[in-house]
């Protein structure tokens, strides 16, 4: 940037690059909507008002004009896509900064993961904005590919588009005062820390905001999203494909509390990307509940750029990025043009940038030891059994123990009670580990599903109404090295390559939607699934969400942060 030209132009001696004329400017430091023309220079804007001369003129004939929208968190390998792929379905949606825990491909490939995104990042028109993971591995009750300690923490802190610490999903750690969770936290003093703390409350959340955590996103009721916020987190109000809190948490923004409030989506699929969008879709969604249009745009520009430190874009003034969208209905948020750095990069919902993916990087990362039907075994010690229960609409589970069908000594899948075998496989290190457990409200009642997406460590998960089929299933994983799949009668009956770390695609966006979708479809005709079946399967395998996970280890009472 020329500073000295963006001055000269912003006083009208020199003129813009570009002036964006007529247009209907939201105002999003102080919630209001001003007539006029904008500036822009070298990326920048120069200034808001009567600048009529530039070396390009559009005339927005009366459109709105709006910051463009920020992603507050979200865990990007969640699509599925490639790291230009991810841009090509979220820019055209307005969205030009995502905040990302990279969390995901770093379990699996390390350091190594977080510079392949940083390193593709660069070559698209949309900011991505990492933070660095601090739970890698996410608990010792599991096995994940790759560790990171507070060494390698202040190293990633000191890398470009780096900007805080992400999500400290080990709460217990930080309440009992863990030595090595500490380190981190320390390593990240005075940077944005983000925080994970499901249901803590009390003298616990006093604990672990002492230690610097400014955030929370897993809040799943009004009374805990209401505590977390008097007690001074911001409240990132999350909607993704699988975790949906905007209906319950809406509520808590008011004209006292809504600057400490943002909207974020945590995991999106490709397919919700492609069809309904990403923070652009939560913004329509809480406009369509009653919330303000103004100020729900609010919630995913300034108030987000504000909570990070991004001092350079959220708003539209003098100074800040030309990271800019028109809008030509405002209650429906439809989004016409985007414009990046000045430069318009989205139109009428399509990409006018394409960046082809690269074949061979983070290959080979699905080693298995050979298993057989014995491996999946279930040793009956009683006529009950542990269960996992899904919560509808949410990644929470519930315990229970339920009375089990047990055959020869061994605890048998039963859809009659709907309570399914699963199985947790260490993908990282061939140590032939399995976990092995059982869930209910899945709704299978035949074949199998299997996928090398397991949050956070990333090890195939399978669960299954039989075991040949399990076992058929989670052998195709390996030989595609990485992806998602559906058996039956020992049959693959659709499945989705996932060779990137075993959890990214390289194929186009609509390409890996028109897999997905059919991969879906052909799980939903195995009996009565919940929607997202593959994107709940993914959290079965996550030892920091209440009450019951399986990992490669076995079943891990959150509550009790062991392994029971």
């Known amino acids: 940037m020329n500073l000295a030209e963006l001055i000269s132009v912003a006083r009208g001696q020199m003129p813009p690059d570009l002036v964006l004329k007529n247009a209907r400017i939201i105002n999003t430091f102080v919630g209001k909507v001003e007539q006029g023309n904008v500036a822009i ?29 920020i992603d507050g968190h979200t865990h990007i390998e969640s699509s599925m896509l490639h790291p230009t792929q991810y841009a090509c379905a979220v820019v055209p949606r307005g969205v030009l900064t995502v905040v990302t825990d990279l969390h995901e491909i770093a379990n699996v490939c390390g350091l190594a993961g977080i510079r392949f995104v940083a390193s593709w990042a660069q070559k698209s028109p949309l900011d991505i904005l990492c933070m660095a993971p601090s739970c890698v591995p996410a608990t010792t009750l599991e096995t994940s590919g790759a560790k990171i300690g507070a060494e390698e923490i202040r190293d990633i802190l000191a890398y ?42 009390g ?15 897993e809040s799943t009721t009004l009374e805990e999203g209401k505590e977390k916020l008097e007690r001074g987190m911001y409240l990132m109000i999350r909607e993704g494909s699988s975790e949906k809190n905007l209906d319950t948490l809406l509520p808590l923004v008011t004209d006292n509390t809504y600057k ?8 999106r699929s490709c397919s919700d990307l492609l069809h309904d969008g990403d923070v652009d879709a939560v913004v329509r969604k809480a406009i369509s509940r009653g919330l303000e249009p103004i100020r ?25 990025l030309a990271d800019l969208i028109t809008i030509t209905n405002l209650p429906k948020l439809e989004i016409d043009t985007v414009f990046y750095r000045g430069k318009v990069v989205a139109g ?41 229960e899904i919560v509808p609409g949410q990644i929470v589970t519930k315990k229970r123990v339920e009375k089990v069908k047990v055959e020869d000594g061994a605890i048998m899948p039963d859809t009659e009670k709907d309570i399914l075998k699963l199985a947790v496989v260490e993908r990282h290190r061939a140590s032939g580990n399995v976990g092995l457990g059982l869930v209910k409200g899945f709704g299978l009642k035949r074949g199998a599903l299997a996928s090398s997406i397991g949050h956070d460590s990333h090890n ?16 195709e994983i390996e030989n595609l090295q990485g992806g998602l799949v559906v058996c039956a009668n020992r049959e693959i009956l659709a499945s989705l390559p996932l060779p990137v770390a075993g959890l990214l695609s390289l194929e186009p966006l609509d390409e890996v939607v028109s897999q997905f979708q059919k991969l879906e479809e052909t799980a939903t005709s195995l009996g009565d699934l919940p929607p997202a079946p593959f994107s709940i399967l993914s959290f079965l395998a996550l030892p920091v969400i209440p009450e019951l996970r399986l990992t490669d280890l076995g079943l891990v009472d959150v509550a009790e942060f062991r392994l029971i």
């Open 41 to 69: 220079h070298d990326g920048r804007i120069a200034g808001i008002g009567d600048y009529g001369q530039a070396k390009q003129i559009i005339d927005l004939h009366g459109d709105y004009l709006a910051p463009a929208l």
């Open 460 to 475: 195939i998960i399978a669960v299954g109404a039989d075991d040949l089929d399990i076992l058929r299933a989670i052998e």
């Open 203 to 217: 003298k616990e959340l006093n604990a672990y905001m002492a230690a610097g955590i400014l955030s929370e996103h």
């Open 160 to 201: 470009p588009n780096v900007i805080g610490l992400g999500e400290v999903m080990n709460f217990p750690g930080v309440i009992n005062c863990d030595r090595e969770v500490l380190d981190k936290l320390t390593a990240a003093r005075g940077r944005v820390i983000d925080g994970h703390a499901p249901g803590l409350s």
């Open 260 to 267: 400490r409030c943002f909207f974020v989506v945590d995991d």
């Open 296 to 320: 729900a745009l609010q919630m995913a520009t300034i108030n987000t750029a504000e909570y990070f430190r991004l001092h350079d874009r959220g708003a539209i003034a003098p100074g800040y």
């Open 348 to 388: 009428r919902g399509k990409p006018l940038f394409s960046v082809p993916a690269t074949p061979g990087e983070l290959t080979d990362t699905v080693r298995v030891k050979r298993l057989n039907l014995q491996s999946l075994r279930l040793s009956a010690t009683d006529d009950t059994h542990p269960v996992i």
